[in-house]
């Protein structure tokens, strides 16, 4: 590029982009080579240092998109070339992926920072300090896969990055593996573990037979190959673009964790809570709507999926809120929470509103991670004040304190935390209201955006998400009066301490954020929907501009104070106990008693999928494998064939009357032989004499007459 | 004087004599005897020839027999007191712990 050209359009960073997924790998090898003998501090400092520079190198790709709208695809090298196969790992920077790499990169470094506070105490709670650094070598582990996930330029370029976030939430949700998450032995962590790496395995599946199908109609994966002839295979064969697309859905379920798929991400809060805030809240479980998002040019070429999404979307978010309503673990309630949400973004980007599900995907990576963070703050802080109290009672109650099981993340331990940690509460009401919607928080905006949306493309889908809405603010409110108000109902938190500030900052950049991250598209100025465009004006694509709708925004604000306001007279006016049944249930009975058993799902997918397949499991280990193969076919069969074959006929036949006759036989015919020339031998002298006798007379006989 | 025949036709039947003793006979002297009559056998043939064909050589091989018959004899009957001492018998059927 020529000076003069960078004067008028700009700087171009675009040639930096594969430093997105260097830096963390750097990061990782260092900690995983040096980190031994390094300390905490350093451990921790070059972990998050890895992932800043990440972030600065997408603020850089920002900076050079204002510029170059049209973005670049950087090759970094040739990946697999077969036949008409060509993949290559290539960088594709637009303004998607840039929105991407923001997200991960800058709440991935704040969960970075916040970590190394978090784990400092975690690792000593549960007596291991050596897990330190594996934490963070983890953490940069995922940061890189994610970048390769969001910056891939084909589809399975996306599938690696995909696989390799789904590892790094397996070693993560079992980082604790060999207890439970109140550091009992137990296997609890590690069944969690695998429980969300196989239900993901039943998504990737579906994402793989989306990518066979799509090779197979377009002979290729690469993103602009296949936007650019979407169109002609829509015409002759849009049955083909249906399935590519709903198996694709199939993927953003088990990834995005939407129905039916979404179980394993409640038992994702047995990892460490910065992973709840990273990996299972902020980045990781948003690569699904990033999918969508990224697979605009498919899916508005078949409305009969986009249908299908976007309701799938509504019911998580509806369904998901309703348990969120029942549960007692700050993180779970959280964590349904988290379901909920990426409901709404399904549902947006399943309706063609892209840019507004974008847009929530960025704000509630704010607000959630500041949420998941402060709970692991306000978790931290009850557990101190737990050692506290049953420090002071060491004396005179020591047998009672370590045989009674303390579960710091239960709400009804809570209670008046208010006043012990005065900043996580803070930051935590921002992030609450954030969430459930008011003005002017983030939040407003961006589910305000994705209602709009949705009133006016699908109706089904607006009611679903309104009442999602109401639920959510509800939840909310009851979390807040538990946790913070009222009186402490345990010595814990009556003892409750603030965290030190390594964690505190990261919690009040965040909340920063989630007040003004409305600001990215607010409405008439909409930056944000002008920004996301750029990626989509190279395919035509007609994005549908929602316009604010004040009504929508009225309504859905009252149902978030009326949910509140309810949430207050059940909850804010008197302590809910772990006696005392909730409030809640006197009024709906077992619709509530539904809500706090995840309206038995796990349950039904035990009977209907689980026992029968491990009933299964068994059959085949037992009968096939073990009784028929084992058993019949190998000892019966190939071991009996062999045996008979050795033992009759090798053996018997030709082995011992075969050679061993030949060999017998002339030993015993020259036993014989000898037997009978034996005969010979009289021992009378005269015998011998004679036939000397004859012989001379023979050979004289002979001599004469011949 | 009497034709050579005459004297080859006795040897022939001393020897036939002689070796129809050493077959037919079991006591170890007379196998013995038996012996020394076909080698006597052999010397009469010998000096017959001797004086048919007026050469001397028969007549010094006959010197010869003479000499190893008697050294034979001095070992054979050396041989017959050591099976005597063994078995008190020269019956030559007793020595028979060779056969087969």
Known sequence: MLLSEIATSGPDFFYLAPWVVFFPVIGLLINMIFGGRLGEKAVGGIASTASGLTFVVAVLLLISLRTHHEGATVLLAEWISIGELQLDWAFRVDTLSTTMMLVVGGVGTLIHIYAIGYMHEDVRYKNDPGRFRRFFAFLNLFIAAMMILVTGDNYLMLFVGWEGVGLCSFL???????????????????????????????????????????????????????????????????????????????????????????????????????????????????????????????????????????????????????????????????????????????????????????????????????????????????????????????????????????????????????????????????????????????????????????????????????VAAFFTAFYMGRQVWMVFFGEPKHEAAEQAEESPPVMTVPLMVLAALSILGGALNLPGLGTFTHWIEHTYEKFHLHLHHGEFNITVAITSTVLALLAIGLSWVLYGRKAVTQDQPDPLKRILGPVFVGMENKWWVDELYWAVILNPYIALARFTADVIDWRFWHDWFHDKVIAGTFQWVSRTLLDRWFDQRGIDGFANGLADSTKELAQWLRGIQTGFVRNYALSVFIGVVVILGYLILQ | MLPVSYYVGLSAVLFAIGALGVLIRRNAIIIFMSIELMLNAANLAFVAFARVHEALSGQIFVFFVITVAAAEVAVGLALIVAIFRNKQSIDVDQMSSLKG
């Open chain 1, 172 to 466: 993560l949700i079992g980082f604790w593996y060999e207890m439970d998450t109140l550091a009992q032995a137990s296997t609890a962590n590690a069944m969690a573990a695998k429980k969300a790496f196989i239900t993901n395995r039943v998504g990737d599946f579906g994402f793989l037979i989306a990518g066979m199908i799509m090779f197979w109609a377009f002979k290729s994966v690469q993103f602009d190959t296949v936007f650019e002839a979407a169109h002609h295979v829509a015409e002759h064969n849009p049955g083909v673009i249906l399935a590519i697309t709903l198996f694709m859905l199939l993927g953003v379920a088990g990834k995005s964790a939407q129905i039916p798929l979404y179980v394993w991400l409640p038992d994702a809060m047995a990892g460490p809570t910065p992973v709840s805030a990273l990996i299972h809240a902020a980045t990781m479980v948003t690569a699904g709507v990033y999918l969508v998002a990224r697979s605009a040019p498919l899916y508005t070429l078949v409305p009969q999926a986009q249908f299908i999404v976007a309701i799938v979307g509504g019911a998580t978010a509806l369904f998901a809120a309703t348990i969120a309503v029942g549960q007692y673990d700050i993180k779970r309630v959280l964590a349904y929470s988290t379901i909920s949400q990426l409901g709404f973004m399904v549902a947006a980007v399943g309706m063609g509103a892209f840019v507004a599900g974008m847009f929530h995907l960025v704000t509630h990576a704010f607000f959630k991670a500041l949420l998941f963070l402060s709970a692991g703050s306000v978790i931290l802080g009850v557990e101190r004040g737990h050692h506290h109290a049953a420090h002071g009672h060491h004396h005179d109650d020591h047998a009672h304190e370590h045989n009674e099981v303390f579960d710091p993340g239960d709400m009804r331990n809570m209670g008046g935390i208010r006043k012990r940690m005065p900043l996580t509460f803070w930051v935590y009401i921002i992030g609450s209201l954030a969430l459930a919607g008011i003005f002017p928080l983030a939040g407003f905006w961006s589910k305000d955006e994705i209602l709009a949306e949705a009133l006016s493309l699908n109706f089904t889908v607006y009611i679903l998400l309104a």
